[in-house]
């Protein structure tokens, strides 16, 4: 007998057979799209078998980045923080299991030699990984450094050609506008930019909130140079696990009547990676997902 599982449940100590069917599905497949996977999981004899089994792979034969060569080429020699971490980063990947299969014996209670056998399998993979994170913040100026304003000038492109609105006859790429000074003219909303000493994209200090203000105390600065698009880089960790196992009973009924159950369950457990800022200011989740079934 054979039975759809998805492929992600899958042991590969516990599968004895498989079947993709990508077309002409017969009556058994449906209510889905793309390929059927069939798979045909082992069942436990009259004698005890198993297995153990791993798999490694290590970093030091994985080849460099092709963009962190080019930021180190950039990066002074005195600057060794950042050079190191433009290094290689971390790819380890461990996959490991047992599988165990045989009749269903209770010592002095049950005997299940010809009529009731099990087998179990157990797999988990433990990926460690990293990466060398390049990514772009704001800088000191932007920031408000001189205590005065927040200057996005470095921001201000040239003069939209043909562009106005109503509170302004010209307007500019990256020009930043005051949100306070909404007003309807024509029918039609605009603002005025924020502007010091006739310099658009100048925020006045004032407009930063407490909100903002603590946030921003987490902000690292820049540490990349160059003349590239980002001006920060740094090192980042992840480490994956992605554990499945699955049971099997078998019970010979009769010559003509045998039956059997399958529970198959899996769990992933990640800490997170992709982030483009260092924690704690950071977009990468983590988490545990359990799925059994």
Request: negative net charge; hydrophobic residues 30%.
């Amino acid at each position: 007998m054979s039975i759809p599982v998805p492929p992600a449940d899958a042991i590969s100590a516990a599968v004895e057979e498989f079947r993709i069917q990508t077309a002409s599905y017969d009556a058994a497949v449906g209510n889905a799209m793309g390929a059927s996977v069939n798979l045909v999981t082992k069942s436990g004899t009259n004698h005890y078998h198993g297995a153990v089994f791993e798999l490694y792979k290590k970093d030091a034969l994985d080849g460099k980045n092709w963009f962190n060569n080019g930021y180190r080429e950039q990066t002074p020699e005195s600057d060794v923080s950042v050079r190191n971490s433009l290094q290689r980063p971390p790819d380890t990947k461990n996959d490991y299991g047992v599988s165990l299969g045989g009749p269903f014996v209770i010592p002095h209670l049950y005997n299940g030699h010809n009529k009731t056998f099990f087998f179990f399998a157990w797999e988990q993979l433990r990926y460690n990984t990293g990466s060398s994170v390049t990514s772009l913040i704001p800088t000191p100026a932007e920031l408000g450094s001189n205590g005065q304003y927040f200057d996005f000038t470095s921001t201000l492109g040239g003069q939209i050609p043909g562009a106005s609105d109503g509170c302004n006859s010209t307007l500019y790429y990256g020009e930043i506008f005051d949100p306070s000074t909404d007003t309807v003219v024509n029918g039609q909303h605009c603002r005025t930019p924020f502007e010091v000493g006739g310099q658009l994209n100048k925020i006045p200090i004032q407009y930063e909130s407490n909100v903002a203000k603590n946030v921003l105390e987490y902000m690292p600065k820049p540490n990349l140079s160059g003349g590239g698009t980002n001006n920060i880089v740094y090192k980042q960790s992840d480490t994956s696990l992605q554990g499945v196992y699955s049971l099997r009973i078998d019970k010979n009924m009769g010559p003509n009547n045998k039956h059997f159950g399958v529970y198959s369950a899996r769990e992933n457990t990640d800490q997170g990676n992709g982030s483009n800022l260092p924690p704690p200011l950071t977009s990468a989740g983590g988490g545990t997902v359990f799925d059994g079934k």
